[in-house]
């Protein structure tokens, strides 16, 4: 035999071992590599979701909405008479999904103001009524996102 043939002999019996050790390493998911072991980096292939009702809650680009939202808000926000009487202040949590087509919905108060019952209703009118923000992405897809937004109220 000559020296190249053996070379590859060799050569290709260091490949199915270390093919071998790798698939019976993968089972266990640790890998353990040896001082003569060569591993071959793979790429793992990044797929669509195959589910367009999948709503994500992080995304390569995030939704957003088109324009000034604190400037949206303080223009569209009214402060309900009774509770500007009374004097009734806080924050209140919006959680909405940001569909595809960047439109709202799924609109939820995740934590209101106590005694607040007004202003969380018009935390609810104002995002319904806003414009179309852009789209999440995700895998160069427009996705459905779960946002949280919060709102201030008060009278200051």
Not at 35 to 48: A, F, G, H, I
Not at 54 to 83: C, H, R, W
Not at 98 to 114: A, C, F, Q, R, Y
Request: with cysteine; aromatic share 8%; hydrophobic share 35%.
């Amino acid at each position: 035999m000559t020296n190249h043939f053996k070379y590859f002999l060799c050569l290709q019996a260091i490949l199915i071992y270390n093919i071998t050790a790798f698939a019976q390493a993968s089972s266990t998911s640790t890998i353990k590599a040896k001082k003569d072991t060569v591993l071959v980096p793979t790429t793992t292939e990044v797929r669509p979701t195959s589910n367009p009702n999948q709503i994500y809650t992080l995304v390569e680009k995030m939704p957003a909405f088109s324009g000034d939202l604190n400037k949206y808000l303080s223009e569209n926000l009214q402060y309900p008479d009774s509770e500007k009487n009374e004097t009734i202040q806080g924050t209140v949590y919006v959680n909405f999904i940001v569909e595809m087509d960047g439109s709202i919905t799924n609109i939820k108060i995740l934590k209101g103001i106590p005694h607040g019952r007004r202003l969380d209703n018009e935390a609810v009118r104002v995002i319904s009524a806003m414009p179309k923000w852009s789209a999440g992405i995700q895998n160069g897809q427009p996705v459905r996102v779960s946002y949280n937004l919060l709102i201030r109220f008060s009278l200051n």
